[in-house]
């Protein structure tokens, strides 16, 4: 990953650019924030798991070719971001952050970056998916000028609705 730009500190928070050598504590990340958030939408256990393989991927392949950053706590990874090119479209992958760095306005900071680093890579338009619940998810989108275009089921949890949006770059 290249052109992430310097690490910003917020509240203590560091955001940097991630790497392969970060995947490890970002499973666990992962894996705790939302598992807790899955089992509150109401997700079966299998279904969790079978996300979270997916979530790690696409961590991989961010590190490996798109943008992934991290959000480091004072001594701990707190959470992480992820984005990817295809074609002319940017998808944003969701900013999973620990209960501990909620509120900081780190969300919306981390998209603010993965948009940043799409326009440079000549994105015309940023793509994002939420579940219909999280809703701080939704208005962080949604501040930052994306527009809801499609609701459907989920393809791991179809019990729940997520809302596809989209940006103009």
Known sequence: MTGAGPPLAREGVLLRPGSAEDLPALSAVRA????????????????????????????????????????????????????????????????????????????ARMLELRLQW?????????????????????RTLEAAGFRAYQARPDAVFPSLTMIDFRLQL
């Open 32 to 107: 705790d924030v939302m598992r807790r958030a899955w089992m509150e939408a109401g997700a079966a256990e299998a279904q969790i798991l079978r996300w979270l393989d997916g979530a790690g991927l696409a961590c991989e392949q961010a590190a490996a070719s798109g943008l992934l950053l991290v959000a480091e706590g004072p001594g701990a990874i707190a959470g992480c971001s992820f984005a990817w090119i295809e074609g002319s479209s940017a998808h944003m992958g969701g900013a999973m952050l620990c209960e501990s760095v909620r509120g900081m306005g780190l969300g």
């Open 118 to 138: 799409s326009r440079r890579r000549g994105a015309r338009i940023a793509q994002a998916t939420a579940c219909a619940s999280f809703q701080a998810s939704r």
